[in-house]
């Protein structure tokens, strides 16, 4: 099977180095999806999961925006964050949702304080959502 090189960094390093098959990350103009070949172009993507085949598994990643350069023998991933679903607590994130939820249920924020726990909600979220995606595959 085809393949394409594919690296995921963040800040901190590092996240994924490696041939995988296909990719599906999260672009503000919906989920983009990338095979061995695709037309070379600069994308940015928005807080969402991703996910990739790679030796014919599917591996998922919460991300938290960033950009893709994508070329057709490569794509590289500069993220803010990337975490791996399988380093995902699941439960500590639904916990931590629902603290920012009623947080901001309060009204007791300025507009800049709602926008930031508004990011930070949906950050675990997508956390929640990729770990559950992952356990179920």
Do not use: C, F, Y
């Given at each position: 099977m085809k393949t394409f090189h594919l690296e995921i960094v963040t800040p901190d390093g590092p996240t994924f180095k490696g041939e995988v098959e296909s990719l599906v990350l999260p672009a503000w103009e919906g989920q983009l999806?990338?095979?061995?070949?695709?037309?070379?172009?600069?994308?940015v993507m928005k807080p969402g999961p991703l996910h990739y085949t790679r030796e014919g598994r599917e591996?998922?990643?919460?991300v938290s925006g960033g950009f893709a350069q994508?070329?057709?023998?490569?794509?590289?991933l500069l993220a803010e964050t990337a975490e791996l679903?399988?380093?995902?607590?699941?439960?500590?994130?639904?916990?931590?949702?629902?603290?920012k939820q009623k947080a901001?249920?309060?009204?007791?924020?300025?507009?800049?304080?709602?926008?930031?726990?508004?990011?930070?909600?949906l950050k675990e979220l997508?956390?929640?959502?990729?770990?559950?995606?992952?356990?179920?595959?």
């Open positions: 999806g990338v095979l061995p070949g695709h037309e070379a172009q600069v994308v591996e998922w990643l919460a994508i070329s057709p023998e490569k794509v590289v679903a399988e380093a995902i607590d699941a439960a500590r994130a639904r916990a931590k949702a629902g603290d901001l249920n309060t009204g007791r924020m300025n507009s800049d304080d709602v926008a930031r726990m508004e990011a930070s909600l997508i956390r929640v959502k990729v770990a559950e995606r992952a356990r179920k595959g």
